[in-house]
C-alpha cells in the first residue's frame, strides 16, 4: 500500500546520502525540505520532495490499486527518536530514595545502604516475567506517544542468573509484541548484592560461568554492559566480563565514568564497545581514546539533571571531533523518564547543544548506538517508515525550546499509523 503526506511544513533530518553517524562540527548541520510531500510503500520510505514537484511525482502512482493521502498543512514531520540507553524493565518506582536525595544523600550512599539497585533487585525477584511485561509494557506506549520509535532495553536489576533470564525474557517478549524496534542488553554487572561484598571477583565468576552462557543459549541478548564505576565494577572486572561476552559475540554497551575517571572509556574503547555511555568525568585521555575508535559516546543528561551530577563535556568532545548521542536512560532510580523531547531540551539548555546537534544526536547518533543505522535514525530512500508528525509548530527549532510540552501529534512506525 502507498500512503503519500502532502504540504509538510517541513521534513526533518531528510539524507540522500545516509551517514553511519555524524560527528564534530557536521553535528551542527541536519538537511530538511519546507513545504514537502512523502511517499511510504508498505513499512519503508519510498520517496520525497518539494509539494512544487509533487504533480508530477504522484503520476508515476496511476496504477497503484490503493493511495492513502495526508494532507498535514502546519505541521512537520521527524524520524522517530532512537533511545540508545534504558532500564524500563523493572518492578516498582523508588520515589523514597528521591526524598532521601532531597534531604541530602548521594546516589552512592543510597546504594551504600542498600538502597539503589539492590532495592529494585529485591522487588524484581517478587515480580513475575508478566507483571514485568505488563508495566513496561506502559512505558513502552507512553515513550512511543512522546516519539520514540526504538529502543535499548537492559537487564541487570536480576543480579542472579534465574533473575537476570527472568528480565531478558520479558524483553524478548515486548520485542514480540511492540512495534518499536528493540534491542536487547545483558546488563551483566551492575551492583553487587550484599551477600557478596568484599568477595567482588566471586560474583564476577558467578557472572561469567553461570549466568552469561545461559543467556547467550537462550539469544536473549545483543549486547553486553558492566557499570565500570566508583563504588561499582573495576576496570579488572570489566576486562573480565567483556572478554567473556566476546566469546559469545556479545559486543559491549557501557556504563562509564558516571562518577568518576573510572577508566570505563578506556576500557570499553578496548573491546570495541558499540557506545560508552554517561560520560559526566571525561578528559583529554577519554576524548583521544574515543576519536580513534568506533565507539559512540553517549551522554544521558535526564539522569545528570536528576542526580545533580557534574555535566558531560560535551562542547568539548563535539569541538574534538568526536560523535555524540543522547538517550533517556530511563530507570527508576536516576532517570525515570523516558521523554526524548525533554532530553533534547537538555542538551541545549544545560550542554549548550544545538538544536541541529540535538536532533542528530537523538537520531541518527543513537540509531548508531543501537546498531540500527542502516534502517532508522532519518529520513532516508529505503529506511522504515518510522516518524512522527508534530503538532502545529512554528519552527524545528521550537521541539528543544518548548521544553516540558509533548509535540508529537501522531506516529508511523513500519508504515503503520499508530
Ligand atoms: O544508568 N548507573 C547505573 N545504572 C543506572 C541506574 C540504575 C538505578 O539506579 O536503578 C543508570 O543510571
Ligand atoms: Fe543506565
Not at 123 to 144: F, Y
Not at 164 to 179: D, G, V
Not at 205 to 233: R, S
Request: charge should be negative.
Amino acid at each position: 500500500m502507498i500512503q503519500v503526506f502532502t504540504n509538510i511544513k517541513s521534513l526533518v533530518q531528510v539524507e540522500e546520502n545516509p551517514v553511519e553517524r555524524v560527528c564534530g562540527s557536521d553535528m551542527a548541520k541536519i538537511q530538511t525540505i519546507e513545504n514537502a510531500f512523502l511517499i511510504v510503500r508498505d513499512d519503508k520510505i519510498e520517496n520525497f520532495g518539494k509539494m512544487a514537484d509533487y504533480d508530477t511525482v504522484i503520476q508515476l502512482y496511476d496504477n497503484e490499486p490503493e493511495i492513502r493521502e495526508y494532507d498535514i498543512t502546519g505541521r512537520m514531520i521527524f524520524p522517530t527518536f532512537c533511545d540508545s540507553h534504558t532500564h524500563i524493565v523493572y518492578a516498582g518506582s523508588r520515589e523514597i530514595e528521591y526524598i532521601d536525595k532531597i534531604r541530602g544523600l548521594s546516589y552512592e550512599e543510597i546504594a551504600q545502604r542498600g538502597g539503589g539497585i539492590l532495592n529494585s533487585a529485591k522487588r524484581l525477584a517478587e515480580s513475575s516475567v508478566e507483571e514485568l511485561v505488563e508495566t513496561a509494557w506502559n512505558r513502552l506506549e507512553e515513550m512511543k506517544w512522546m516519539g520514540t520509535g526504538a529502543i535499548e532495553i537492559k537487564s541487570g536489576y536480576g543480579l542472579y542468573p534465574e533473575e537476570e533470564l527472568k528480565m531478558l525474557r520479558a524483553i524478548k517478549k515486548l520485542r514480540q509484541m511492540s512495534p518499536l524496534t528493540i534491542r536487547a542488553t545483558f546488563l551483566a554487572a551492575h551492583a553487587i548484592p550484599m551477600e557478596y561484598r568484599g568477595r567482588q571477583s566471586e560474583y564476577v565468576d558467578m557472572v561469567i560461568n553461570e549466568t552469561l552462557p545461559m543467556v547467550a543459549a537462550e539469544e536473549l541478548a545483543d549486547y553486553i554492559d558492566v557499570f565500570c564505576d566508583k563504588g561499582f565494577f573495576t576496570v579488572e572486572d570489566a576486562d573480565r566480563i567483556l572478554m567473556a561476552g566476546m566469546k559469545y559475540g556479545l559486543r559491549p554497551k557501557i556504563h562509564a565514568n558516571e562518577l568518576d575517571f573510572s577508566g570505563g572509556v578506556q576500557v570499553g574503547v578496548k573491546y570495541n564497545a558499540l557506545s560508552v555511555d554517561h560520560l559526566e568525568y571525561i578528559g583529554d585521555a577519554e576524548i583521544t581514546s574515543l576519536l580513534d575508535s568506533e565507539t559512540m559516546p553517549t551522554v544521558l543528561p535526564g539522569a545528570a539533571f536528576f542526580l545533580d551530577l557534574p555535566l558531560s563535556p560535551v562542547r568539548k568532545m563535539i569541538d574534538a571531533g568526536l560523535p555524540v548521542a543522547l538517550a533517556s536512560d530511563y530507570n527508576p532510580g536516576s532517570s525515570p523518564s523516558g521523554n526524548m523531547q525533554f532530553i533534547a531540551s537538555l542538551g541545549c539548555i544545560r550542554y549548550k547543544m544545538l538544536p541541529e546537534e540535538v536532533v542528530n544526536a537523538t537520531t541518527i547518533n543513537t540509531a548508531y548506538a543501537l546498531g540500527v543505522q542502516d534502517e532508522l535514525g532519518s529520513i532516508a530512500r529505503g529506511k522504515r517508515a518510522n516518524f512522527f508528525i508534530t503538532e502545529p509548530v512554528p519552527t524545528y527549532q521550537f521541539i528543544p525550546y518548548a521544553y516540558g510540552h509533548n509535540k508529537v501529534a501522531a506516529v508511523m512506525l513500519n508504515g503503520e499509523m499508530q
